[in-house]
């Protein structure tokens, strides 16, 4: 094997959940968990996955360690792709890449003892020497700040923080190559959290390993990995050297993890960019670029240049007409519980609707363009006679934008810096590496 080889390559994978219908089960659509990724992992390097929950990062583990079948794509580990190995292949494999779980409490069984708990792996693959077993244990505990004595005692005995370490321990018994952590320290106080990071990488230092770990949290994959992927929506949308990701992010999506990142300083303030809503269902992903149901910086219309905040409000509304997902009655009955002079939601004039519509999408009273306003206020006119399906044609006629029409392509900025965004593709010296394709 090459010194270059990755000690783990995952190329274009995916895991769906096909949703089924029926006593025959007929599928009728497929959460899109994990939608074809490609990660690499070396020895001795720690890479991290970062994203907000439900963007598919934990799945994307699970599948990683073949703990779930993956839908499709490779999961090269040495060159050997797991995904088609045997049950006896798999047993070896999972020697050599642990994972560790985010919520400590629940890793071990309280009836056994640390130390037992520990020694597991080891006699699970073969390893009969009790003595030798326990000399181990020992070994291992004080590797991870404990002491070899502790191996007697049992798990309500210990903190979080410590039970972490006590894992870190259970994992590196059977030697392995790579550890995969899942929010490895999401579950413990902020003071503890910088511990059991610097343990890990005292132990990777030690021992050569290869850590994938994933995180919502950008400030710990900061403070540990060597490389980022920033994942959203069963994506990877962008990936690079973690001090390039921090200084010069390229995609909206990372923009906006980043400047939610608390700042130590109380004389520093950053302006943190709000997303707008949640991240969409993994079942029914948005067309074109599946941020722009939220991006802050989503692609006018050619000709138009609204101020951004305005044209996301304007998004915000036109989206939830294309989706008809505007509760019409609760805007009329905003206008007669809010405003005097209306009794009944049949009193309620359309310039009164207009109105209560526009606040409740922080759409200012007038758009400054002309034909925007009027196609704007041509639709809260059917949107007020509740046809939803007309006033989306009308607002699909004027304000379309690229990053709902087309996927973005995958653009090389730096070495070993990609990212996937139309932005990025109007700077002409970026190079296209891929074109877009989904399936
Ligand atoms: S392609 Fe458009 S919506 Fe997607 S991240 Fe880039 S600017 Fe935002």
Known sequence: ????????????????????KGILKREIGRVRAVDGID???????????????????STAATTILQLEKATDGQVLFDGEDVTTFSKRELKRFRRRAQMIFQDPDSSFDPRMSIGESVAEPLYVNGMNDRARRREIVGTLLEKVGLQASDADRYPHEFSGGQKQRIGLARALSVNPDLLVADEPVSALDVSIQAEILSIMQDLQDEFGLGILIISHN??????????????????????????????????????????????????????????SGDVPSPANPPVGCRFHTRCPEIIQPDGYSFEQATWRHLMDYIYRVHDQ???????????????????????????????????????????ADGTAEQTLTDSIELVFAHDLEEASAVLSAEFETVCRQEKPAEIHIEENHRASCHLIEQDTTAVVESPATDD
Do not use: W
């Not at 090459?2 to 096909?18: D, F, G, I």
């Not at 995609?251 to 709000?274: F, G, K, M, Q």
């Not at 009944?344 to 004039?349: A, H, L, M, N």
């Open 1 to 20: 094997m090459s010194a270059e080889t990755p000690l783990l390559e995952v190329r274009n994978l995916k895991k769906h959940y096909p949703i089924t």
């Open 39 to 57: 990660v690499s992992v070396r020895r001795g390097e720690t890479v991290g996955i970062v994203g907000e929950s439900g963007c598919g990062k």
């Open 218 to 275: 950008l400030g710990v994959i900061r403070e540990i990995c060597d490389r980022v992927g920033v994942m959203y929506l069963g994506q990877i949308v962008e990936e690079g050297p973690t001090d390039e990701i921090f200084t010069n992010p390229q995609h909206p999506y990372t923009r906006a993890l980043i400047s939610s990142i608390p700042v130590p300083d109380p004389h520093r303030s950053r302006d943190e960019v709000t997303l």
């Open 325 to 367: 997902n505007i509760d019409v009655e609760s805007i009329f009955e905003g206008v007669v519980t809010e405003q005097e002079g209306y009794d009944d939601i049949e009193e309620v004039p359309l310039e009164a609707f207009e109105t209560r519509l526009r606040e409740e999408f922080e759409i200012p009273p007038s758009l």
